[in-house]
């Protein structure tokens, strides 16, 4: 895919979507990364019926870690994962107060250090709490840029240092959120809405739905 067309792509999409951003509920960035950490394998709404609960109580790295493993567990129990999860995020806790003053970093190699934080989540918390240029290469931004043809690659971190060479700065920011919310509505795994795509008659996908 040429640079013209890579950047029509994301010229209409942010036509589409002016604004875009996560569809995790949060207040502040340690509640965000809670959130984040509980996504992994789960659907955000799973996540925020969870949260809504779990933070009008407990929002804060302490607070979390008050309630102990066990008393997490009671709010994030229906959630994929949760008995990992919970021991994370309490070690988490323990860290953040430990060594950063209660405060989630803006830094990618103390972020990673935190458990149950990987490059992904690291990403996602650089760009949508402190405003970093980042791309968080997640199922459906890997689906979406290997189908179209956007920036192919046969792992996520092929794809993402590919988006991170071929976005251009001014798309950046939002870029992982463009293609997000277009891999989870319209461009999704099964039956792709490809006749309804603002994107389709520039995609390269070779099985296009016309339905």
């Keep these: 895919m040429n640079k013209d067309k890579r950047r029509a792509i994301f010229e209409r999409l942010r036509a589409a979507m002016p604004a875009p951003t996560t569809e995790l509920e949060y207040q502040t960035p340690f509640q965000l990364l809670v959130a984040v950490i509980l996504s992994a394998q789960a659907t955000d709404a799973s996540v925020n019926k969870a949260t809504e609960k779990l933070f009008r109580h407990a929002g804060s790295p302490r607070a979390i870690r008050d309630l102990g493993e066990r008393g997490l567990k009671n709010y994030i129990k229906r959630i994929g994962l949760f008995n990992s999860k919970a021991r994370n995020i309490i070690k988490t806790c323990d860290l953040l107060i430990e060594r950063h003053g209660g405060e989630v970093p803006a830094e990618r190699e103390s ?9 992904k989540t690291a990403n996602v918390i650089l760009n949508t709490a402190f405003g970093e240029p980042t791309i968080a290469v997640d199922t459906h931004i890997f ?27 001014e798309f950046k920011k939002d870029a992982h959120h463009w293609l997000i919310l277009h891999g989870r509505y319209t461009c999704t795994a099964r039956n792709p809405k490809c006749s309804d795509c603002v994107i389709g008659d520039l995609c390269e996908y070779r099985h296009k739905t016309s339905g």
């Design 111 to 119: 972020l990673e250090a935190l458990p149950g934080v990987g490059r």
């Design 143 to 169: 689906r979406v840029a290997n189908r179209t043809r956007l920036a192919p690659g046969k792992t996520v971190r092929q794809v993402e240092d590919k988006l991170d060479r071929m976005v251009e700065a």
